[in-house]
């Protein structure tokens, strides 16, 4: 729990989003990287799903509900390139090296609370876990975070990616950017209030990024919010807004007796 607990706190016995008060500079999410052999490279031993073929867009590939850790897979073979459900399952699971890798989004003018982070050459992990490869770069990798952000009903909050390959990005377990394949740089945009409907509640719902870099030669990943995404790690747990509530109430009792004496 670090520096703006008890504004956090504050916010979630409230019943409201937090971030009430002026936006920060920056916000650094911290992720994992996975790394991967690409099948062509040791057949029987490697990934299929890396440095296979090149099919564009495709949209579809994934559940729309996030129901666990990971996306579940719809679509396999041509043109996705998902070998099958069993290899789709190590792209975010705990048997790939792995390391932690944090990117910054930055408030693109002072006060603007809009967000943004933006590399052409988004290679984090070269010379790294399973190395390159023989290549310029490490090229065959996945990149997962895992945060919170404060939803605002009728504001227009929005997140916008830019590119490539495989990217799935999940507000309170609904799907709403979908970029699947092995495709050059493309970028799309969602508009929570579109995507969550009339009724959506303000609060803090859970972010959840999913990346794939699947093919040689470029690596480019963008973005840029109005959402104000926080670590996990600063999110008090439940119980936590329970005993401020506790905590509040006794302060309550405590004036109420003064006042009364």
């Known amino acids: ?30 992720g994992t990287v996975r790394d991967f052999i690409p099948g062509a490279l040791v057949p029987g031993s490697s990934n299929p799903d890396f440095e296979s073929g090149i099919g564009g867009v495709v949209t579809g590939m994934v559940a729309g509900t996030l129901a666990g850790n990971a996306p579940t897979p719809l679509a396999f073979g041509a043109p996705g390139y998902i070998s099958s459900a069993a290899s789709f399952a190590e792209w975010f699971g705990s048997a790939a090296p792995s390391k932690a890798h944090a990117i910054t989004l930055t ?42 952000f404060g939803y605002q009903p009728g504001t227009g909050q929005s997140f916008t990616f ?16 979908d970029l699947g394949g092995v495709h050059g740089a493309a970028s799309r945009t969602v508009n929570l209030d579109t995507l969550f409907g009339p009724g959506k509640a303000a609060g803090n719902y859970a972010f959840d990024f999913f990346f794939a870099e699947r093919h040689t030669t470029e690596s480019n990943l963008g973005i840029q919010t109005s959402l104000q ?24 009792a405590f004036s109420r007796r003064r006042k009364a004496g």
């Open 229 to 252: 995404l926080v670590p996990n790690a600063q999110v008090p747990e439940p119980a936590t807004y329970a005993l401020m509530a506790l905590g509040l109430a006794g302060v309550g």
């Open 1 to 30: 729990m670090k520096l703006h607990l008890s504004s956090v706190l504050l916010a979630a016995v409230a019943g409201t989003a937090f971030a009430a008060g002026p936006a920060p500079a920056s916000t650094t999410l911290t």
């Open 107 to 148: 408030e693109t003018a002072p006060g603007s609370g809009i967000y943004s982070y933006s590399s052409n050459s988004f290679f984090p992990i070269d010379g790294e876990l399973l190395g390159n490869q023989g290549r310029a770069h490490n090229y065959h990798f996945t990149y997962q975070i895992a945060a919170t």
């Open 162 to 177: 830019t590119g490539d390959d495989d990217v799935w990005v999940f507000f309170d377990k609904q799907l709403g950017i």
